[in-house]
T-cell receptor, first 114, second 113 residues
Framework: SQKIEQNSEALNIQEGKTATLTCNYT??????LQWYRQDPGRGPVFLLL?????KEKRKERLKVTFDTTLKQSLFHITASQPADSATYLC?????????????FGTGTRLQVTL | EAGVAQSPRYKIIEKRQSVAFWCNPI?????LYWYQQILGQGPKLLIQ????????DSQLPKDRFSAERLKGVDSTLKIQPAKLEDSAVYLC???????????FGPGTRLTVL
């Protein structure tokens, strides 16, 4: 069966360090992979999208990699700040246009301390 | 630009009662989604609309859940009758047709007692 795995344990890191979150999947051939941020009591907020033919995508302090051979995406936050503390969700997208459908992982909670 | 609006924000009901949630997407967004997010899990797609037509409702428990988007703008999701396991946050999202980025509302937290 199809599965998306994110580390369910919280990731605790010190301010200024690089946070690396992992998203592994099985029995999928996603066209795209997206990362979202979710704060308590709020809906997810889109961060980055990476296509299956792209290896890496960057946006300010964020970097996403996508390895379709390993079936894994890594999400990096460099120079992390306490304001980066949140739950980060990966989502796999199959199909295109109106037929595309997002399936979310369970999310990993990141805690950045001073 | 106004975001996705949802109401109510919180709802507490007893099992076997009915409940309805409302969503107003971002203006101009043709695609609207309803997700269920159980505590500690990621959002799970219940139904996807393109304008006023259903694109995907494969994970909607149709014996108790229904949704409509009659005029292709706002949408309602109804549960009748509710079960204890329906306790969750119900998220509405919208997107521009052909664009993969989804914009989420704040959600409605449902507690079924």
């Amino acid at each position: 069966s199809q599965k998306i795995e994110q580390n369910s344990e919280a990731l605790n890191i010190q301010e200024g360090k690089t946070a690396t979150l992992t998203c592994n999947y099985t029995n999928y051939s996603p066209a795209y992979l997206q990362w979202y941020r979710q704060d308590p009591g709020r809906g997810p907020v889109f961060l980055l999208l990476i296509r299956e033919n792209e290896k890496e995508k960057r946006k300010e302090r964020l970097k996403v990699t996508f390895d379709t051979t390993l079936k894994q995406s890594l999400f990096h936050i460099t120079a992390s700040q306490p304001a980066d503390s949140a739950t980060y969700l990966c989502a796999l997208e199959k199909g295109t246009g109106t037929a595309s459908k997002l399936t979310f992982g369970t999310g990993t909670r990141l805690q950045v301390t001073l | 630009e106004a975001g996705v609006a949802q109401s109510p924000r919180y709802k507490i009901i007893e099992k076997r009662q009915s409940v309805a949630f409302w969503c107003n997407p971002i203006s101009g967004h043709a695609t609207l989604y309803w997700y269920q997010q159980i505590l500690g899990q990621g959002p799970k797609l219940l139904i996807q609309f393109q304008n006023n037509g259903v694109v995907d409702d494969s994970q909607l428990p149709k014996d108790r859940f229904s949704a409509e988007r009659l005029k292709g703008v706002d949408s309602t999701l109804k549960i009748q009758p509710a079960k204890l396991e329906d306790s969750a946050v119900y998220l509405c999202a919208s997107s521009v047709q052909g664009n993969n980025e989804q914009f989420f509302g704040p959600g409605t937290r449902l507690t079924v007692l």
